[in-house]
């Protein structure tokens, strides 16, 4: 797939396998001349790139790329998706042949512990056979790494997988082939079969469940789009037809019945509505729209027939443009460098240059160090076999099976203890992240409030039962949702709601309805004074409930007021909980709304959250969230809604609702099941101690052998005649892989400290 938008283009890339990757790409594009900037989203697998026309053209990046060692692809729309799923078949393919080689390699070359295994499985020979399969076809990928790495002189993983199962892999095969060579001279043989393919099994296995979680990155876009109407009603040639969204044009009146999906944005030029705008604005209160008002493409006329002119079409239409936002900051947000590749980018080249550097030493210099000393004649080995085995004793010491458990292991009990927790981590770089966060910024509808109206309030002049009764009674039938509010209240107060003789809705002021010989008037202030009623004994009351946030209806009775009904979007229950725990951990928390200044302070008062960013449009959310990256601050964002889907991608770390709609659930990193905000605090504390033990993984997967190293490398051979044994090399390795296994698994006991009370 292909998008262009001036000079700028995305690429799919195939062949990437870690951040380095990625790194490699971009490092290289940037030495093109035309070739401004480039951006390759690992997550995601696209490659972003600005460009100058006259300069270079979409081919010649194509084959920059190529030279790389990845692909550029820019061919169907459902070619990502097609991609994906090659690409996780062709590795479940290869982990299912991978296992079942693996395991009889695995059993035969523990018979001692395993005495049940049959006596041909620990033949040299049979181990041999079973792993050449896997690292030659399953571990190609990794050679292929090896040597992108060395074209780009730049090591990753791939290099320390490669270089680490070789050695083991090459050094066992020549024990195998030629035993009487070593045994000759006195050298105690010892196989790495299994090393070579448990290692490249694991990292496959990994491997795997990461693409399986990168498959749903785009899906975001996708469901974006399918929120879009297929067809419009308009006018043409004085008549009414029906035309795919598409063949609208800019200037078209175009109809629109209550229930059906506004097609695009255009300006109301005859009719009177509510327009559900909650997938657009996140806001549950539906708008009332009049000629001259706005209508956004894809939002939900409620009630009364609309005409408008359209002014707004495809790309420029308001969806489009949040679809725009969702991918523009997908796009520009660095990936996470890993530590393991981090550290790999070091290590890797220091542990080939100390095996190079120790083998040639003593090769060319053996006897003038051991001159003098016991050791004087190389203990019966030939100087190329002495060396030989430093070089080979260097790189097994190295080899990093305990390093391709260390991540893995840690993000697998985290994200199964977020699970538990109902948390659902959607990658380790989203557990990776969590714990720095910051700055907190929460959406108001839907997140901290439940979204929908409630009665908060009924105060009546004589009788609190006939003010919710008569209220009932006129809003019966009704499908705002204040009305809605009203006679749900009613009912759970079990009062009786006959239906009104008559109803007439007042745009913008309120309804009235006959009830008998009654009659009902429900509104605000502007409906009562149109029918000459007098509020001022209530104006108070009325100031005190818009001062809280809440939308307050007079209700009167044959002109004459018997009380005041309140509507307000609550809180959720443990939203304002959830606000202390943060401010307790030293975050700082930010509520964002589209609601008025006056309502929204009102509802982070009663949460507890000192700054507010009111009166935010839709497209300007991301750009809120960018201004606060802007100030230094490591930003995440909690959201449920369609509008909340690009500040959810722009966020350092997005946190969607998982009540919430499929856009901000697939846009959020973490996805909270429950509506319980407290597990934004869960999730920082479960990534903080995931991070830890991470940390505490590497160390040990690098501690053992890196100590061992030196004694590998022949230091300690001149004064006290040690020489890295194989089998403790091979214990060095086992030991480290248990210490990480075993550090991660203590994750289990992990208890959240914020639960219900």
Same mark, same amino acid.
């Given at each position: 797939?292909?998008?262009?938008? &001036?000079?700028?283009? =995305? ?5 990437? +396998? ?133 074209? @780009? ?62 498959? &749903? ?20 040639? &004085? ?14 009146? =175009? ?35 009049? &000629? ?8 939900? @006329? ?206 913008? +002021? ?248």
């Amino acid at each position: 797939m292909i998008e262009k938008m &001036k000079n700028k283009i =995305v690429f799919i890339i195939t062949g990437m +396998h870690c951040v380095n990757c990625a790194k490699t790409i971009e490092n290289s594009l940037k030495n093109y001349d035309g070739i401004v900037n480039a951006t390759v989203n690992f997550a995601s697998e696209k490659l972003y790139v600005e460009y100058d026309t006259d300069k270079i053209d979409v081919a010649k990046i194509k084959e920059a790329v190529k030279n790389t060692g990845y692909t550029a692809d820019e061919e169907l729309e459902d070619r990502e998706k097609n991609v994906r799923e090659k690409e996780i078949r062709n590795l479940k393919i290869k982990l299912i042949v991978s296992i079942i080689f693996t395991l009889p390699v695995f059993f035969g070359s523990f018979s001692d512990i395993f005495p049940w295994v049959p006596e041909f499985l620990s033949n040299p020979y049979f181990l041999l056979v079973f792993t050449i399969p896997v690292q030659f076809w399953i571990g190609s990928q990794f050679y292929k790494g090896l040597f992108n790495s060395i074209k @780009n002189r730049r090591p990753d993983m791939d290099t320390l997988i490669a270089v680490g199962t070789s050695a083991a892999f090459f050094y066992s095969a020549a024990v195998t082939l030629f035993p009487s060579y070593f045994t000759q001279h006195g050298f105690q043989v010892q196989l790495y079969f299994d090393s070579a393919a448990v290692i490249i099994t694991l990292i496959l296995l990994g491997r795997y469940l990461e693409a399986i979680a990168k498959g &749903k990155t785009s899906e975001a876009i996708k469901k974006l789009l399918k929120l879009q109407a297929k067809t419009a009603r308009v006018i043409r040639n &004085k008549k009414e037809i029906e035309i795919p969204v598409e063949e609208v044009k800019v200037g078209d009146i =175009v109809i629109v019945k209550p229930g059906e999906k506004i097609p695009v944005d255009g300006i109301v030029t005859d009719g009177y509505s509510s327009v559900d705008e909650s997938m657009i604005s996140g806001e549950s209160m539906p708008v009332e729209k009049k &000629k001259g008002d706005e209508v956004i493409g894809s939002t939900i @006329n409620r009630t009364g027939l609309l005409k408008f002119k359209a002014t707004k079409i495809g790309k420029d239409t308001m969806l489009a443009q949040i679809v725009n936002i969702v991918e523009e900051a997908q796009g520009s947000k660095a990936p996470i460098q890993r530590i393991a590749d981090t550290v790999a980018s070091y290590f890797v080249p220091a542990v080939i240059i100390i095996a190079l550097a120790s083998s040639l030493t003593w090769y060319f210099l053996g006897s003038t160090i051991l001159k003098g000393t016991y050791l004087a004649n190389y203990s019966s080995m030939t100087p190329f076999l002495f060396s030989f085995t430093i070089f080979i004793s260097v790189l097994i010491i190295a080899c990093p099976c305990a390093l391709g458990l260390a991540t893995p292991t840690a993000i697998m009990i985290g994200t199964g203890k977020g699970a538990e927790n109902g948390i659902l981590l959607k990658s380790g770089e989203s557990l990776e992240r969590a714990y720095k966060m910051q700055t907190i910024v929460f959406d108001k509808t839907g997140t901290l409030t439940k979204g929908q109206p409630t009665v908060t309030d009924i105060i009546p002049i004589n009788s609190k039962e006939d003010v919710l009764k008569y209220a009932a009674i006129a809003e019966k039938g009704s499908e705002h949702p204040l009305g809605e509010a009203i006679v749900k209240k009613a009912s759970e107060k079990s009062v009786k709601i006959p239906y009104a003789d008559s109803f007439k809705a007042i745009p913008g +002021h309120g309804v009235r309805a006959n009830y008998g010989k009654k009659t009902i008037l429900l509104g605000n202030r502007k409906l009562m004074t149109d029918n000459k009623i007098d509020i001022n004994s209530i104006e108070e009351k009325i100031t005190k409930l818009e001062n809280e946030g809440k939308t307050a209806m007079i209700v009167a009775l044959n002109k004459k007021i018997i009380g005041i009904i309140a509507v307000a979007d609550t809180l959720k229950e443990y939203s304002k909980d959830a606000v202390k725990a943060l401010h307790d951990m030293g975050k700082e928390v930010v509520m964002i709304t589209g609601d008025n200044k006056r309502t929204a302070e009102a509802i982070a008062s009663q949460v507890g959250i000192d700054r507010v960013l009111s009166e935010v449009l839709p497209e300007d959310k991301a750009k809120e969230i960018k201004k606060l990256q802007e100030s230094g601050r490591v930003v995440g964002m909690v959201g449920d809604g369609i509008n909340d889907a690009p500040a959810l991608a722009q966020a350092d770390i997005g946190i969607a609702i998982g009540s919430g709609t499929d856009i901000a659930i697939e846009t959020g990193g973490i996805v909270l099941i429950k509506e319980d905000l407290r597990d934004v605090v869960i999730a920082i504390d479960l990534s903080k101690k995931t991070i830890n033990k991470i940390k505490q993984n590497l160390f040990w997967a690098f501690f053992y052998n890196s100590t061992l190293i030196p004694v590998a490398a022949g230091l300690l051979y001149p004064f006290l005649g040690i020489l890295l044994n194989p089998m403790l090399a091979a214990g060095a390795m086992a030991f480290s892989s248990v210490s990480v296994v075993s550090n991660s698994l203590l994750m289990k006991r992990y208890r959240p400290k914020t639960r219900k009370p």
